[in-house]
T-cell receptor
Framework: GAVVSQHPSRVICKSGTSVKIECRSLDFQATTMFWYRQFPKKSLMLMAT?????????EQGVEKDKFLINHASLTLSTLTVTSAHPEDSSFYIC???????????FGQGTRLTVV | AQSVAQPEDQVNVAEGNPLTVKCTYSVSGNPYLFWYVQYPNRGLQFLLK??????LVKGSYGFEAEFNKSQTSFHLKKPSALVSDSALYFCAVRVGAGGYQKVTFGIGTKLQVIP
């Protein structure tokens, strides 16, 4: 199947700093990628839809100025958590679909810990 | 709006016994249904999907699911459970074939296979 790579897999940062997470589709082009946040023992919460060459579409309640999304190419989307706080600590996962009628493929996830 | 319900927070089954993980959905339109599995601190792995056609769908690792339109269900099944099947399972739905269309996930069901 198609491969989506996410980096880093784990990151620890100090409160107030910013962290960038990358999501790459390795063997297909993705005009659309999705960013999810997963809380402990909870389902995936869709944060935003990342659109290549245009602004991301954020879900209700997600701060767009805090979670900056850039989809500069057909194979790369980045999520930057700005001015991170301990409550931003979570598991962040991206996904993309190779094309019409296909399932979504997920990155390995990034465990963010803000101390 | 689309939604997915996984009524069981956890399912326990003895190794070698058949397992069922339940899922019901609500959509306006024809659903595209998916099952994913997640191991600790990992991304989601695709198991199987229903797009159209035969209501019984076979997927990875011996799993299968049956689409029941009248009951709006898509239960995941396996004839003989393995200890290695212990993980978190997510049912998901999407309306439309496009990869740009968002997927809605259930809250997840933890499967525990007891040796």
């Amino acid at each position: 199947g198609a491969v989506v790579s996410q980096h880093p897999s784990r990151v620890i940062c100090k409160s107030g700093t910013s962290v960038k997470i990358e999501c790459r589709s390795l063997d297909f082009q993705a005009t659309t990628m999705f960013w999810y946040r997963q809380f402990p023992k909870k389902s995936l919460m869709l944060m935003a839809t990342s659109n290549e060459g245009s602004k991301a579409t954020y879900e209700q309640g997600v701060e767009k100025d805090k979670f900056l999304i850039n989809h500069a190419s057909l194979t790369l989307s980045t999520l930057t958590v700005t001015s991170a706080h301990p409550e931003d600590s979570s598991f962040y996962i991206c996904s993309a679909s190779p094309g019409r009628g296909t399932e979504a493929f997920f990155g390995q996830g990034t465990r963010l810990t803000v101390v | 709006a689309q939604s997915v319900a996984q009524p069981e927070d956890q399912v326990n089954v003895a190794e070698g016994n058949p397992l069922t993980v339940k899922c019901t959905y609500s959509v306006s339109g024809n659903p595209y249904l998916f099952w994913y599995v997640q191991y600790p601190n990992r991304g989601l792995q695709f198991l199987l999907k229903y797009i159209t056609g035969d209501n019984l769908v076979k997927g990875s690792y011996g799993f299968e699911a049956e689409f029941n339109k009248s009951q709006t269900s898509f239960h995941l099944k396996k004839p003989s459970a393995l200890v290695s099947d212990s993980a978190l399972y997510f049912c998901a739905v999407r309306v439309g074939a496009g990869g740009y269309q968002k997927v809605t996930f259930g809250i997840g069901t933890k499967l525990q296979v007891i040796p």
